[in-house]
């Protein structure tokens, strides 16, 4: 046993384990966070959903968040050929709110871990947990390594996994399954646009769909910088040939909308290859512990969910944490794992129809039906536990029925 002793510790400061130790430290419990790296460091996933400012506004870090002036995101666009579908999240079927940011997340997720300082929540940087070990009620002690290198153990009632890619309970409990959705990977990097196009066109989130399975994403940040990723099957991104520059830049001429912007501009740094980027795990807590955020479960980048699921499962995970340790019955499969799958799940239908090339279908249909686009709206701003919307509720066939439809009706008027 170890002299550190605290109600529940935190493997990670991303989203995810800010949101978690907020709650739990204006709960009155003592937490501490332990964060492998130095921040700000850099991670990808800029592009946030209106749903977790829901989540940032509960546990108060909102203003900190607002004072950073990152740029707004007040919807999304999408492009095909010359079809465009724009979304704004004004216009959608649930309420909630209509706007929130796209953020370089090396100052985001920075800004969040140096509010939680000024608040007095002990977080650790460079401190590395090697190891986690659980008795049979449930207490643990996790083996540390600080930045000298020196290992020390904390004593915990419970543990909160936030460690995003880092995956460390999943890796050391043997958590990890394989992902349902196909294999898909990215290649991104930042340019500095001396000479963004005036007005929306430099500001605007955009999807640029280059083919059923491959699109780009530009995402311009208040600082003057832009984020640029390929998002493919694999066999496409190994089919560019070189280096990560040099297979990036081929790839940004492949793009006729934005070729011509982002052409010879400098990368920030090398382009960075994430394969096969889609995880789950066998189950989603256990005695004395929880996964959350990426560390749980992590699906594809083309609705930026990411991010949102990180604050949504924290919030509700930490909940449940300050009520068992209470005292209180936690029912942790309907209350936890029950309500995080519904809303994943939605999403696992929206990204699994995005590649068969249904939603896109209705994406890109034209007219637009003003209705129905509003229901998805809804879901894209990441309200997806709002069962009066249909595309939430029959999300499992709506999509499908949908293009199905539309299918036809192309099909009938090509004679
Ligand atoms: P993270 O933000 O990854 O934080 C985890 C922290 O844990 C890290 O700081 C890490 O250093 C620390 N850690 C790891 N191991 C240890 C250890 N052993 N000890 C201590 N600390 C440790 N999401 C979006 O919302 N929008 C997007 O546009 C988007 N785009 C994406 C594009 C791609 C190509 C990919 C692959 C993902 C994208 N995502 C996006 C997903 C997004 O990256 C994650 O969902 C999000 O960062 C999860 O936050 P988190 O807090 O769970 O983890």
């Not at 930490?318 to 209350?335: C, M, P, T």
């Not at 229901?375 to 029925?401: M, S």
Request: proline share 4%; with cysteine.
């Amino acid at each position: 046993m170890s002299d550190i002793n605290v109600d529940v510790l935190i493997i990670g400061a991303g989203p995810s384990g800010c949101v978690a130790a907020s709650y739990l430290f204006k709960q009155g419990l003592k937490v501490k966070v332990l964060e492998k790296s130095k921040f700000p460091r850099f991670v990808i996933g800029e592009s946030l959903l209106p749903r977790c400012m829901d989540h940032f506004e509960e546990v108060g870090l909102l203003a900190c968040l607002e004072a950073q002036n990152f740029e707004l995101k007040p919807g999304a666009r999408f492009l095909r050929d010359d079809i465009v579908c724009n979304f704004d999240f004004s216009k959608k079927h649930t309420a909630g709110w209509d706007w929130t940011w796209q953020v370089p997340r090396a100052d985001f997720d920075n800004t969040l871990a140096q509010e939680l300082i000024k608040w007095g929540v002990d977080i650790r940087f460079q401190h590395e947990v090697l190891d986690v070990a659980f008795d049979a009620d449930g207490n643990s002690v996790t083996t540390v390594k600080d930045q000298a290198g020196e290992t020390y153990k904390v004593n915990a009632k419970f543990v909160v996994d936030s460690s995003g890619y880092g995956r460390v309970l999943p890796r050391l409990l043997n958590l990890d399954k394989p992902s349902s959705l196909p294999e898909h990977s990215s290649i991104f990097t930042h340019v500095k646009e001396p000479n963004r196009p005036e007005g929306e066109e430099g500001t605007l989130i955009t999807f640029d769909v280059l083919d059923r399975d491959t699109w780009f994403w530009v995402i311009p940040f208040s600082n003057g910088v832009t984020s640029l990723g390929f998002v493919s099957k694999n066999e496409y991104i190994d089919s560019f040939e070189g280096s990560t520059t040099a297979r990036m830049k081929q790839m940004i001429e492949t793009s006729s909308y934005y070729k011509d912007r982002f052409r010879g501009l400098d990368f920030e740094f090398d382009p960075i290859c994430i394969r096969n980027y889609s995880k789950a795990v066998s189950k989603l807590y256990g005695k004395g512990f929880v996964l959350t955020g990426n560390s749980a479960e992590f699906l594809d980048p083309v609705f930026s969910s990411g991010v949102t699921f990180a604050t949504e499962s924290a919030l509700c995970s930490a909940k449940l944490i300050a009520k068992q340790l209470k005292g209180q019955q936690v029912d942790w499969d309907k209350e936890y794992v029950d309500y995080i799958m519904k809303g994943v799940n939605v999403f696992r239908t929206y990204v699994e129809e995005w590649y068969t090339g249904n939603l896109q279908t209705l994406f890109f249909h034209r007219p637009e039906n003003p209705e129905i686009k509003r229901q998805i709206c809804a879901v894209l701003a990441g309200y997806v536990w709002d069962e009066t919307n249909p595309f939430v509720k029959k999300h499992n066939r709506i999509v499908a029925n949908l293009a199905h439809l539309i299918n036809m009706e192309k099909e009938e008027a090509n004679g």
